[in-house]
């Protein structure tokens, strides 16, 4: 056990320690002692710095892992395997992940502890909320991730992030046709944009169609899968980036939310 496990636990957190490990093996995934003490961290900085600031309103220990912890890796136990691109993430993949609006942590900081070979970017517009990530990132040791304080917008035009990302993630709340604006312009020609939707996204995913094909996307599928012990469905939308996106997106700063393509 190295230096870092197990270095703080009081009683109440080795009870949780178990809990941590016991949910993800009910979506198939075994931590190691380093991975779950990293996520019991992470819990800890994430409700100490919710104190003072705004990161998230669920707070008690099992939602967070659940709504938080778990639904940020749920897409992994979907088994989607796509065009050369396995998107189970097994243990050894090294993919470049961009996860944009990614507020706490959500759900790169989750992907990159249970897949720690991934290249992370999390990109925020708020940079009180990009301090406390670095935080986070410094105190669980991780590497190979920054985070980086932008509007999607603005570093979408960045050559060194537009379209040379694997897979783009984004749980932020917008529709969809919004989303493949912020999203698709950071992801390379094959590669792919998981969008974190709730259950009913059909008719959603049916009205984005023509932003997305003006992005150079396409729908490739919807995976469906049920946060464990509960009814709570999410539904994962993955577009497979077909050609590259044209200069003039993402259009300036507000205009894809206030304007999304597919009601022009």
Same mark, same amino acid.
């Given at each position: ?47 100490? &710095? ?5 990161? !998230? ?23 989607? #395997? ?5 998107? #189970? ?29 991934? $290249? ?29 304080? #932008? ?12 379209? !040379? ?77 077909? &050609? $590259? ?6 259009? &300036?700063?507000?205009?894809?939310? &206030?304007?999304?393509? #597919?009601?022009?």
């Amino acid at each position: 056990m190295d230096s870092m496990q197990m270095s703080f636990l009081n009683p109440c957190d080795s009870s949780r320690f178990e809990m941590i490990r016991d949910y993800f093996k009910k979506i198939g995934i075994l931590l190691s002692n380093r991975q779950t003490e990293q996520f019991l961290r992470y819990y800890h900085l994430l409700i100490e &710095k919710n104190q003072v600031m705004n990161l !998230t309103a669920i707070t008690d220990f099992e939602e967070v892992v659940l709504k938080h912890f778990i639904d940020s890796v749920l897409a992994a136990s979907c088994s989607v #395997s796509i065009s050369g691109l396995d998107f #189970s993430l097994d243990s050894s993949c090294s993919y470049s992940v961009i996860d944009v609006g990614t507020g706490a942590g959500f759900p790169g900081i989750p992907l990159k502890i249970v897949f720690p070979e991934l $290249r992370v970017v999390l990109l925020d517009s708020l940079n009180k909320r990009v301090r406390f990530l670095n935080e986070v990132v410094e105190c669980l040791e991780l590497h190979n991730i920054s985070a980086v304080h #932008s509007r999607a917008e603005d570093a979408a035009r960045n050559p060194g992030y537009r379209e !040379t990302f694997d897979i783009c993630v984004s749980r932020a709340v917008a529709n969809l046709s919004s989303l493949a604006e912020y999203c698709l312009p950071f992801v390379r020609q094959k590669g792919f944009f998981l969008s974190y939707k709730s259950a009913d996204v059909e008719e959603e995913c049916e009205a984005a169609k023509t932003a997305i094909h003006l992005l150079g996307g396409k729908i490739s599928q919807i995976e469906k899968a049920v946060l464990p012990g509960t009814e709570i469905e999410r539904s994962f939308v993955v577009i497979r980036k077909e &050609k $590259r996106t044209s200069n003039q997106y993402p259009r &300036k700063a507000g205009i894809p939310s &206030k304007n999304p393509l #597919s009601s022009r």
